[in-house]
C-alpha cells in the first residue's frame, strides 16, 4: 500500500510560480521502484496527464500544453515528487493529483490506467 499526499497547490496570479510536492510513504516502500507522474483535472473535463518521470528520473514526459514552463523531478532519498510550476496560466487551474506505478521497468508511463495509486489531489487555480 503505498500513500501519497500532496501539498503546494493555491490561489496565483497568471504569470506566477508555485511549486508542487507529493510525499510518497508506505510499508517497505522503496521510490526507486515506482514511475511516477502528475495528473490534472479541471471542472467537467477528464483527468489527464501533466507530466510523468521515469524511475530514474533520467526519462521525462511532458503534455504538449505545459512544455517548458513545468518540470517533473523526484528526490528519492526524501521520497518525495515535485512539480515546479512557471508562467502559469488560467487554463492550467485544476485539481492537480500526483499518482504512482510498481514496475521495474524504467519506462515513463503517461496513462491514468497506468497508475494504481493516487493521492487525494492538491488545487492550482490561476487567476487571470
Known amino acids: 500500500q503505498v500513500e501519497l499526499v500532496e501539498s503546494g497547490g493555491g490561489l496565483v496570479q497568471a504569470g506566477g510560480s508555485l511549486r508542487l510536492s507529493c510525499a510518497a510513504s508506505?510499508?517497505?516502500?522503496?521510490?526507486?521502484?515506482?514511475?511516477m507522474g502528475w495528473f490534472r483535472q479541471a471542472p467537467g473535463k477528464e483527468r489527464e496527464i501533466v507530466a510523468a518521470?521515469?524511475?530514474?528520473?533520467?526519462?521525462?514526459y511532458y503534455a504538449d500544453s505545459v512544455k517548458g514552463r513545468f518540470t517533473i523531478s523526484r528526490d528519492s532519498t526524501r521520497n518525495t515528487l515535485y512539480l515546479q510550476m512557471h508562467s502559469l496560466k488560467p487554463e492550467d487551474t485544476a485539481l492537480y493529483y500526483c499518482?504512482?506505478?510498481?514496475?521495474?521497468?524504467?519506462?515513463?508511463?503517461?496513462?491514468?490506467?497506468?497508475?494504481?495509486?493516487w493521492g487525494q489531489g492538491t488545487q492550482v487555480t490561476v487567476s487571470s
Open positions: 499518482a504512482a506505478s510498481f514496475g521495474l521497468i524504467s519506462d515513463v508511463l503517461i496513462s491514468v490506467g497506468d497508475y494504481d495509486s
Open positions: 518521470i521515469s524511475r530514474s528520473g533520467g526519462s521525462t
Open positions: 508506505g510499508r517497505a516502500f522503496h521510490m526507486t521502484t515506482y514511475r
